[in-house]
């Protein structure tokens, strides 16, 4: 009986040795376990930085340096602390009349999707400020939808000290979820007393009648002339936050984090160009006339005639495609009818009448006109309407050729004076 409680004994001896054995093995340095496999705080293994504690909780924080000395495509970094206090004035339609670079906060946001929405996170928000050391921009991530209360309160806190908000779409895009956010979160939003500034419009203004796109990246290669590489399309950030969020590998996400601090940077650079184009727009030197046209146009929405005009000169002599040439030139002599200047509207409309484009109808008219109401030549009058009625015949043309037509006949049959 001793003997068979001894084999039993040693029997399960043997299968407790094997089960050690087994769970010594999963739980070698070769395999993770599965709390070290799902920690969020990886993401410190590959970017500098730290958990900030919060009274919402944790999130993690990461700053990044771009010094005085360094360059962001043709812009020097130190040169945006050299940026006038005033340059946000004309862009802002005097919604931001005085304000030094040093209280700007240049933001942009990570987001779960691109459509918006309550469902939508940013789960990765970027400043950027310029400080005397040169730009710097700090990040704010949250490892898992629970941090997100703590990463609000953070960003709440860091945009005290700023008094204007610079964003790229910004106001159709990030300070809208933002806001979201603030609100699902039960939490003060600090875009209530924050002055924004969309650079996009203006941007746009200046530079869509030349480039296909006015995307960040795209103005980035354009205008400043820096090129990145290998860097990872904006609609791919959500699903590799996604993957990140299912796998926990945090080497994955940190591109992410690269191109975050990237559009900060050229929004930065570029604030450096737009606004003091719109600020001192005599001032501005452009390589292309089509971004003076754009100015220029912006200027007549203004009622600035005079700039406009001085804008639209200096376009036609830098150079323009047709299309942009001719209806430029109809600009500059409408602008000049109307301010009265007979001799340089004529002038333009003989320019726009003398050869084959879309407004030389429309020219030869204006020149009709002239001859029959200025200087009472019905017959130059009765000639450009009759040019005017082969290129495009309307009913109001031939009314005024008859009508020259009885006014020449009728001066035909006046009698002279000896």
Known sequence: ??????????????????????????????????????????????????????????HFETERLWERHRRHGCIEIEALAALPADLLDRLSEGEIPCCPPERWAFLDTETTGLAGGTGTYAFLVGVGRVTPEGFRIRQFFMRDHREEPSLLWALEAHLRQFDVLVTYNGKVYDQPLLETRYRLARAPSPFERIRHLDLLYGARRLWKLRLESCRLVDLEAQILGFEREGDIPGEMIPCLYFEYLRTREALRIVPVFRHNALDILTLACLTGIVPFAYRSPEQVAFAHGSDYLGLARWLLKAGETDRALALLRRAVEQGLPDDLLFRSLWEMACLEKRRGNAAGAVALFQELAGCRNRYRAAALTELAKHCEHAERDYARALDYTGQALAIEPTPELERRRERLKRKLAAAAAAPRLL
């Open 1 to 58: 009986m001793g003997e068979d409680i001894q084999d039993l004994l040693a029997v399960l001896k043997r299968k407790i040795e094997r089960i050690n054995r087994k769970y010594a093995a999963d739980a070698s340095p070769t395999r993770r376990s599965e709390p070290e496999r799902c920690a969020p705080s990886c993401i410190e293994r590959w970017l500098p930085g730290q958990l900030i504690e919060t009274p919402r909780g944790r």
